[in-house]
């Protein structure tokens, strides 16, 4: 199976045929951290995944490193890269500058986002001169920068600040008519919140491919603090697997591959237009869950 060759939208991959495999990185903030992604990259590199996408921080250096790191994942690795945006701090015209960099470096793919408010707050404050809710910024993209494959975040256990999950439905939906591409979701740990997200996507007109997130666990901790910070449902059977190994990382980090194994099956089975993979800049859980991949096709052979 060939790799994609760089520079192709998102929207073209997704007509293969075959669920797309990505993952996602972040921009690394210690020397440790970048030691980290590059060690991550090259071990996935081989695996040819269709493209991986790389996050933008709340504020300060890290967002420079979103494009610098895109760039070396990109030139260094070969893969097809997809910066993601937001709109937290952000004027409309630091906004522009920093989408005419995008651009100008050569990036097809976006990943349109709102955004979390900056480490320490807990509301979001949209900047005087800047956009308050992602559907904006997609609107926006679209109206100086139609060239971009624009995809978007959705919630399959509805957004924690929604007042209810129609409205955050509605929401979503808005985005996709400012003319967003395609949808990935947050990660969840059971595969029923996906395909009923999915089913009220459909019946309120939600009409582009829905790619699932998927996270390997790698310990309880890591898992109840994620859940609770999105509002994802942590399966009675995953807690009791996960919470009896505490300080047994080697032993959690193979249930949460085990758990993430089992949730790509039957997402595979019922023909999922990709799978995206929230790797923490690790390798090893994506290397087990890749060789998987490969073995079943979905993946090109080494
Ligand atoms: C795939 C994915 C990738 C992500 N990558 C990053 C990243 O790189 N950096 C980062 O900081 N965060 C990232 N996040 C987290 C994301 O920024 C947060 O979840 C954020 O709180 C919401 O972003 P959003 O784009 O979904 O916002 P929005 O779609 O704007 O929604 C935010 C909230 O406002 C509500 N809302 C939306 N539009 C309206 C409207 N017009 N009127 C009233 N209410 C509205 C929604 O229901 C929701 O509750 C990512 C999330 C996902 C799912």
Not at 86 to 110: I, K, M, P, Q, W
Not at 154 to 181: I, N, Q, W
Not at 207 to 219: E, F, H, Q, R, Y
């Amino acid at each position: 199976m060939p790799a994609s060759p760089i520079g192709q939208p998102i929207t073209a991959m997704l007509g293969a045929g075959r669920p797309l495999v990505s993952i996602e990185f972040f921009p690394p903030k210690t020397p440790e951290g970048a030691r980290q992604i590059l060690d991550t990259a090259a071990k996935l590199a081989p695996y040819k995944p269709d493209f991986v996408s790389i996050t933008y921080g709340a504020g300060g250096s890290t967002r420079e490193r979103t494009l610098e790191y895109g760039l070396i994942l990109r030139d260094r690795f070969g893969f097809e890269v997809m910066p993601h945006l937001t709109c937290v701090g952000h004027s409309r015209a630091e906004l522009r500058a920093v989408l005419d960099r995008l651009r100008d470096a050569g990036f097809r793919n976006l990943m349109v986002l709102r955004g979390d408010p900056p480490k320490g707050e807990t509301e979001f404050k949209p900047h005087p001169d800047g956009l308050r809710y992602a559907n904006e910024l997609v609107a926006f993209i679209r109206q100086y920068y139609p060239g971009f494959c624009l995809g978007v975040g959705g919630y399959p256990e509805t957004h924690p600040e929604a007042p209810s999950s129609e409205d955050d439905l509605r929401h979503l939906k808005a985005k996709v008519d400012a003319g967003a591409d395609f949808i990935t979701t947050q990660l969840f740990f059971d595969n029923a919140a996906y395909f009923k997200f999915v089913q009220r996507c459909r019946t309120a007109g939600i009409t582009v491919p829905i790619v699932p997130g998927i996270m390997p666990a790698l310990s309880h901790a890591q898992v109840e603090r994620f859940t609770t910070f999105c509002k994802a449902s942590y399966p009675a059977k995953l807690v009791i697997k996960l919470s009896t190994l505490a300080g047994q990382d080697a032993a959690a980090e193979a249930v949460g591959v085990e758990w993430a194994d089992a949730q790509i099956r039957e997402l595979v089975q019922k023909k999922v237009p990709g799978l995206h993979l929230y790797i923490m800049n690790r390798a090893s859980s994506a290397l087990a869950l890749f060789a998987r991949l490969q073995k079943e096709g979905l993946l090109p052979a080494r």
